[in-house]
T-cell receptor, first 113, second 111 residues
């Protein structure tokens, strides 16, 4: 199916564990983004990527690692999960820049116990 | 990036026109104004983007006065399904690709 998908949709983990959230898009968009949204708040940018093998920090990058070896995939890894990383994570992509229309995935709800 | 201010919440009734105003007093010459809509448990969805005057699409209209220090998103004849959070964002296409979502405006449409 065309579009942008995220997996898993729900994840419960424990403090200190490594967790990887997956994001896949089928449009061959150059730009991809990871956001987190805490309950009742707006989205905050974690990392973004302008192309394969090019990534850059956003507003709240601490505790997260990203990679982009292929244009269509942009995984986000929490190397040692903390309770403060309990959130809903959204992946997005856009064709030419962050200020062009971004297409968002359905989100991953992560709970860190 | 220009700071934006918009109402925290608004109520409306089905069939009414809803206007959500966003203030952005320090908007820069190269900045565009973009609105996103977010339904509960979903990612945001792009609604409309504009630079000046008026932009209209099948979903909404965006009114931008000459001084560009504010903008108004207009939703014609809202339905219950328009209940969502609406985000106003201001920035340039070369602004380091950093979208900054504020708290948005929570619109509640009542029957």
């Amino acid at each position: 199916d065309a579009g942008i998908t995220q997996s898993p949709r729900y994840k419960i983990t424990e403090t200190g564990r490594q967790v990887t959230l997956m994001c896949h898009q089928t449009w061959s968009h150059s730009y991809m983004f990871w956001y987190r949204q805490d309950l009742g708040h707006g989205l905050r940018l974690i990392y973004y990527s302008a192309a394969a093998d090019i990534t850059d920090k956003g507003e709240v990058p601490d505790g997260y690692v990203v990679s982009r070896s292929k244009t269509e995939n942009f995984p986000l890894t929490l190397e040692s999960a903390t309770r403060s990383q309990t959130s809903v994570y959204f992946c997005a992509s856009s064709d030419t820049s962050g200020w062009d229309e971004q297409f968002f995935g359905p989100g991953t709800r992560l709970t860190v116990l | 990036l220009a700071k934006t201010t918009q109402p925290i919440s608004m109520d409306s009734y089905e069939g009414q026109e809803v206007n959500i105003t966003c203030s952005h007093n320090n908007i820069a010459t190269n900045d565009y104004i973009t609105w996103y809509q977010q339904f509960p448990s979903q990612g945001p969805r792009f609604i409309i983007q504009g630079y000046k005057t008026k932009v209209t699409n099948e979903v909404a209209s965006l009114f931008i006065p000459a001084d560009r220090k504010s903008s108004t998103l207009s939703l014609p004849r809202v339905s219950l399904s328009d209940t969502a959070v609406y985000y106003c964002l201001v920035g340039a296409h070369n602004a380091g690709n950093m979208l900054t979502f504020g708290g948005g405006t929570r619109l509640m449409v009542k029957p």
